[in-house]
């Protein structure tokens, strides 16, 4: 993000910390519950079966994972301190986990998965206590790539689900009931009324639903069929603690599972953040971090009850696009919703009695917004030539292998065809270039000192010393030593007040300056303990016109905005991290 400006969203009604009226929120929740809550149910019933377990170890499965699921919403937008993304995001089932589990199910039962389900939520725990370490791998590049492959690996399920009817042939009603749903969905989106748009994805369902049942797809005895109350029987499995041959073949597929699996809880979180509130705003890697906690704790819990792991849908953000609203409190209520509904099997046959026609068309609209998303996610960023190669290598690996169309009998077998999934194969290709780009890269240079203006001379003694290096010359070295003085004061404004009787001495704060060439300038990053705005949003709103007390304490943003082509801002439980990207001057380097 430059730090010249930013943008202003329009169509947003409510942020996350404006509450909407109560029955806003409230028919808000259920919509994201009701659409959610057939896919938080059906992969562990597809796991569970396919692996021949029982009707009873079945129902426990799927009231497990539909209880763990609102809980974790719940917990996922409120945010306790390190747990919780603050936004709304929704928690399901993960079908990356699909296969692994029905081979550890037919390799040891219930207690093996279980057992190796726990030891993988400790994967994006782990991650998100220290990300800073991985944020030169995890970029919102990576992000914005695996949120445009959600809609590749998803379409082909989809496009089975638009012809499915219970003779198992296409027909004329599967073929209406869809294009009543995405008409009736688009309709209203693009021509309807602030309020109407609010409502256009269960109008859209339940028109569908309606031509759906004239053709006799809509599934009235199942709900006829179902209890009004009911609770399953208790199933705890148990665990394998044996740790034999089977736990150690299965756990690798696991770990690597639980990475891509937090690649896409970081995307979401990147995606949510982008669309959530009026003014754009840095990413918050802390709420990054808080949303990849809950992941763990999810499939902690999934992991004590024996079911499927969870991961962060990305439903809620087209939603949000579509609506305007990203208020918290219609997170609250779609976990709410959640734990309810699983006391009650007849609204489970509700949900399940929609056509999968009408399903699959909602869902090709949130597709379809989603890869723009995906897509704006990488453009803000800044789409330079080696962004660009990355994320064009990685759509396309990902593509193709999806489809099959490289090397498809290697690809089945490799790695228990792990990589037939194409936002895995794509995310970890980006994630290797990235870190191939980095390797690659120019020579890194570094100095560590004491967050606190005496260390400016220590600080010019460094630059000046790259610089010479470099083969630039003075006006390039003092440029590179203005923009670290304007933002090594900047940050020491940030940190609390000095020590009593102790003047300049700033808590014990260090600094950590890492520099490096690039291709017509130079990347300074500051590494520090945080505390305070972030430095990017406040160069992004920073008012041209202020009265002079306003401009003497904002002399230095001015300054920094005025000597930076770019200045970005990632802060962290446990660091901040401050990035400022200085073009070279017209006579620094006649030959760079």
Request: net charge neutral.
């Amino acid at each position: 993000m430059s730090s010249g400006g930013s943008v202003v969203r329009s169509g947003l009604r409510f942020q996350p910390d404006e509450p909407p009226p109560t029955m806003l929120a409230l028919g808000l929740g259920l919509q994201l519950a009701l659409l959610n809550i057939a896919a938080v149910m059906i992969i562990p019933m597809i796991v569970m079966r396919a692996a021949g377990q029982t009707e009873d170890t079945v129902a426990w499965a799927v009231f497990a994972s539909v209880a763990i699921c609102g809980a974790t919403t719940m917990l996922q937008v409120l945010r306790f301190g390190r747990i919780g993304s603050g936004h709304l995001l929704v928690m399901g089932t993960s079908a990356a986990y699909i296969s692994i589990c029905i081979e550890a199910l037919a390799g040891g039962g219930s207690a093996l998965l279980a057992v190796l389900v726990v030891v993988s939520s400790l994967v994006p725990i782990a991650l998100s206590w220290r990300l800073s370490l991985f944020q030169r791998i995890l970029t919102p590049t990576v992000a914005g790539t695996v949120i445009m492959l959600i809609p590749v690996t998803v379409m082909p399920v989809m496009g089975d689900m638009l012809s499915s009817t219970p003779n198992g042939q296409l027909s004329l009603g599967a073929v209406l009931s869809a294009a009543a749903t995405v008409a009736v969905i688009s309709g209203l989106t693009l021509k309807g009324s602030a309020k109407l748009r609010l409502w256009a994805p269960i109008i859209g369902v339940a028109a569908g639903s309606v031509v759906g049942s004239y053709f006799g797809l809509f599934d009235v005895d199942r709900i006829a069929e179902a209890d009004w109350i009911n609770l399953p029987a208790f199933l705890w499995p148990g665990f394998d603690v044996g740790f034999g041959g089977d736990f150690w073949v299965l756990l690798p597929g696991f770990l690597l599972v639980a990475v891509v699996v937090s690649l896409r809880t970081i995307s979401s979180c990147v995606a949510i953040q982008r669309i959530s509130w009026r003014q754009t705003r840095a990413v918050d890697f802390r709420s990054i971090q808080g949303a990849m906690t809950v992941d763990g704790v999810g499939s902690f819990l999934s992991g004590l009850a024996g079911t499927v792991p969870g991961t962060t849908y990305t439903t809620s953000v087209p939603l949000i696009e579509l609506t305007g609203v990203a208020a918290r409190t219609v997170g609250l209520f779609t976990g709410a919703a959640f734990v309810v509904l699983v006391f009650l099997p007849k609204v489970f046959a509700l949900v399940l009695a929609i056509p999968d026609p009408v399903f699959a068309a909602f869902f090709i609209v949130l597709l379809a917004m989603l890869f723009i998303v995906g897509l704006k996610i990488v453009i803000q960023d800044g789409l330079d030539k080696n962004k660009g190669f990355i994320v064009g290598a990685a759509f396309l690996v990902g593509f193709s292998l999806q489809f099959e169309l490289i090397y498809p009998e290697f690809v089945s077998q490799f790695a228990g065809g792990l990589f037939r999934n194409g936002m895995t194969a794509g995310g970890l290709v980006a994630i290797l270039l990235n870190l191939a780009l980095s390797a690659t890269g120019h020579r890194r240079y570094r100095m560590e000192t004491a967050l606190d203006t005496s260390a400016l001379a220590e600080i010019r003694s460094f630059l000046g010393d790259f610089a010479s290096r470099s083969g630039w010359d003075a006006a390039m070295a003092g440029r590179l030593d203005a923009v670290a003085e304007e933002t090594l004061l900047t940050l020491i404004r940030q940190k609390e007040p000095e020590k009593p009787g102790v003047p300049g001495q700033r808590n014990g704060s260090n600094l950590r300056l890492v520099v490096s060439r690039e291709e017509g300038g130079a990347v300074l990053e500051f590494v520090v303990t945080p505390k305070g705005e972030n430095i990017q949003d406040r160069l992004a709103t920073l008012p041209d016109d202020t009265d002079e007390t306003s401009i003497e304490q904002e002399v230095s943003l001015r300054l920094l905005r005025h000597l930076a082509s770019s200045v970005r801002h990632q802060q962290y439980h446990d660091t901040d991290i401050v990035t400022v990207h200085v073009k070279a001057t017209t006579t620094a380097d006649p030959t760079d």
